[in-house]
Structure formats: C-alpha cells, structure tokens
C-alpha cells in the first residue's frame, strides 16, 4: 500500500469524516487543506462545529491546537497517541513553558467526535471543536474567521516528551 493509498483509507474511514466529506485524491487534492513535511491536515465545517482530520508519520503523540493569537501561550490542544489504545486522549492548555489538561485550570473539555488510526507507521487523528469555544478567551473558528492552528507530533507516546516536530500557522477558516 502506497503512502497515498493509506492517506486516501484513513480519510474515507473515519467517521468523522462521513458521506459528503471533502477527501484527498490523487486528482482532487482536499479543499481545505495543509501538506508540509509528510503531514496532512485538512478540516470542514458541520453545524456549530469544526471538523479536523491529521496524519503524519509516526507511532508517538499527535497534537492539534488553535489560538487567537500567534504563540503557543493560551493555545487549546488536543494531544493522542492513536498507536496505543490504553492512552486516553487529552485536552490541553498552553502555558509555556509547559501544558496541563484543561481540567486542571478549571475548563470543561469541548472538542469531541474523536477518532484515531494508526496502520503501518502512519497515525491518523480526527476530532470536532465548537465553532465558539469561551474559555480561557474567546475563540472564534467558525467559517471565515481567523484562527492560528497548532499542528505538532512526536516520535514518543508521552505526553511529557517534547515535540520532534511543531508548526504554527494563521489560516483562515
């Protein structure tokens, strides 16, 4: 199975990602969409909410995060290890120069709907967050608005490991 076969399987098996989802193929690459560095991230809008989907090459953890400012400070993440099933996965918050889980600054986790693969060193996350999230700051990610994303991944599967790869990017929803 080629790299693109398996990102095409991961894309159209998650559930989160149902009939009528926008999907990667070799000739109609996904709408909204980030490729860099072996790592796919792509999302859609449902309802009140955000659809996330991130693949990259490794059995360790996967973050993705969004901000409405540039830094990692006060960045909501979600942090799993699809290659090991006995890791839950975790919400967390941002305050550098380490991350707790939201619960541990009295927050209420909010992104749901989550799904993980992993098959043949590829680890796939899928997840849904509010298009309005309140705490700790207000956070628009509905359609259009502009958001910062977190995208990080790490060859480890603790979450106390640093990352072996983390970018941040200003998209537009």
Request: hydrophobic content about 40%; charged content about 15%.
């Amino acid at each position: 199975m080629t790299k693109r076969d398996f990102l095409k399987l991961v894309l159209s098996g998650v559930s989160a990602f149902s009939a009528g989802s926008v999907q990667a193929t070799p000739k109609e690459p996904a709408r909204n969409a980030i490729e860099v560095d072996d790592v796919v991230f792509s999302w859609r809008h449902m309802q009140q909410h955000l659809q996330c989907h991130f693949t990259v090459p490794t059995a360790g953890w996967l973050a993705i995060g969004f901000n409405d400012r540039k830094g990692l400070a006060g960045t909501r993440f979600l942090m799993a290890v699809p290659s090991d099933p006995t890791i839950q996965p975790e919400e967390h918050l941002a305050t550098p120069p380490t991350h707790h889980p939201v619960g541990s600054h009295g927050l209420q986790p909010v992104i749901r709907d989550i799904a993980l693969t992993y098959q043949q060193g590829q680890a796939g996350l899928a997840l849904s967050v509010p298009h309005i999230i309140q705490q700790p700051r207000l956070l628009h990610l509905n359609p259009g608005a502009r958001a910062f994303l977190m995208l990080a991944w790490s060859r480890a599967a603790d979450y106390g490991h640093h990352s072996a790869w983390r970018r941040h990017f200003s998209i537009t929803l």
